[in-house]
């Protein structure tokens, strides 16, 4: 047998065992176990990923049989999915998610009494309203409904619909690379990422729903179907709310025509999402509240927005917050706005995939909570680009979980140092790269 044939056998087995390790055996508090492993499986997904060798079927089939080893397992490293359950069996019942709180008794009788109780004490929100948009509820409610309202069920039935949508993004993304002549195997940087697997298909976080709803958007973008491609832009927003940040970077070099047409197409189909839910004003005003107290007072894993807090601490003697959080949301609108420039400036360099890729970098390096399934988009633009530094932080970002030590979670600010660090060296690097690498092509 080849030696190659040999390698990529092995890294697949060093893989399974090490996925196998994270989903089923190792404790969550056993985290720098956790840590380890899960660095682990970043060496044959890196070896995958630059002997550029599979084909597009080994990385389809790979992708699903990594995922599918999760099918039964719990999500162990998130408790949102009780929410997931919470929100989907309300809407599969009836009932607007997003009128009342969890621990309204209004919306306990749509569970029995003891499974109420045992449901609500694992809800890590039950004071606040949902902020979870109305695509993500109708895929919570889906898998309520088919699974019988029953949690390990739901999960199962979430996870094989997840893995699904996985399967088409990735056969989407294979169509975006052919068309932009760039070569199939960029998609193992998205499809075969270890943080990708475990937070989406493992963990059951709704972020692919968006990247499956930005892809399809891309494809039709690329192959002039606009008006489809403003209809799927809008179920990312209808899923995550910030993609509505990237309009500007598909409208920019369109004709007036199309411009109108994307428009139209957008705001029609965020109105037939929203509206049915927020038909009331007040469950409007639910998930804003919602969101205001998550940006005034969550914080995880923020690195600079940690930097700025300490600096602010070391003046005025106390959590800056408020101000650091408007500062940093100001310094995110600008750079959003250079990059929608750069756009229109240079439309054939800044391409929308760019333009999304160092939208989202920027976007969580200012940001004041950084979990690690955030950067799933960032990964996913990877695909398009040549900077590896979205995959570098997906990799550090799990040294966020060294929280799982505390009982009371609380972050070992010198491990979140350590991440940054890396990070910014890592980026520092290919920044130079780049650098000389530009200079001698100008010569």
């Not at 491609?229 to 927003?237: E, I, T, Y």
């Not at 996913?380 to 997906?394: C, E, G, L, N």
């Amino acid at each position: 047998m080849p030696t190659k044939v040999l390698a990529h056998i092995f890294a697949f087995i060093m893989y399974v065992i090490a996925l196998l390790g994270i989903g089923y055996i190792v404790p969550t508090s056993d985290t720098y176990s956790l840590i380890a492993i899960y660095l682990i499986l970043f060496i044959p997904y890196w070896y995958w990923a630059g002997s550029k060798k599979l084909s597009k079927t080994q990385i389809i089939v790979i992708g699903l049989m990594l995922r599918l080893l999760l099918l039964f397992s719990t999500t162990r490293l998130s408790d949102d999915s009780y929410r997931y359950f919470w929100d989907g069996t309300l809407l599969a019942k009836g009932y607007n998610p997003y009128a009342d709180k969890p621990n309204d008794t209004l919306q306990s009788h749509y569970f029995g009494s003891d499974s109420t109780q045992q449901l609500l004490s694992k809800l890590n929100s039950q004071e606040y309203y949902t902020v979870y948009p109305p695509f993500s509820q109708v895929i919570f409610a889906v898998s309520a409904k088919l699974s019988g309202f029953n949690y390990p069920y739901f999960n199962v039935i979430l996870r094989l619909i997840i893995i699904l949508f996985e399967l088409i993004t990735c056969l989407v993304l294979f169509k975006i690379l052919e068309i932009l002549s760039l070569p199939h195997q960029q998609a193992i940087w998205y499809f075969l990422n270890p943080m990708v697997i475990i937070e989406l298909t493992g963990n059951l976080h709704s972020e692919i729903y968006m990247i499956w709803a930005i892809a399809l958007s891309l494809f039709l973008y690329h192959t002039q179907w606009y008006a489809l491609s403003a209809v799927f832009l809008a179920f990312a927003v209808a899923t995550k709310l910030y993609p509505i940040l990237f309009v500007p970077f598909f409208m920019v070099s369109l004709p007036l025509k199309h411009k109108l047409w994307f428009g139209f197409a957008m705001t029609s189909t965020i109105a037939v999402l929203f509206l049915p839910f927020f038909y009331n004003n007040s469950y409007l005003y639910h998930v804003v509240d919602s969101l205001k107290l998550y940006y005034q007072n969550f914080e995880f894993n923020g690195g600079l927005y940690y930097f700025f807090r300490y600096i602010g601490f070391r003046i005025s003697g106390y959590n800056q917050i408020a101000l650091i959080g408007k500062i940093l949301s100001f310094c995110t609108l600008s750079a959003f706005i250079i990059l929608w420039l750069l756009r229109i400036k240079r439309p054939e360099k800044w391409t929308i995939e760019q333009s999304i890729f160092f939208a989202m970098v920027i976007f969580y390096l200012l940001s004041h909570t950084v979990m690690p399934w955030y950067l799933s988009l960032a990964v996913f633009a990877t695909a398009f680009v040549s900077y590896r530094m979205a995959i570098a932080w997906s990799a550090l970002s799990l040294l966020s979980y060294s929280a799982f030590l505390h009982p009371a979670f609380h972050e070992d600010l010198f491990l979140v140092a350590v991440e940054y660090f890396l990070l910014a060296l890592f980026s520092l690097y290919e920044f130079t790269k780049h650098y000389k690498t530009l200079r001698e092509s100008n010569k």
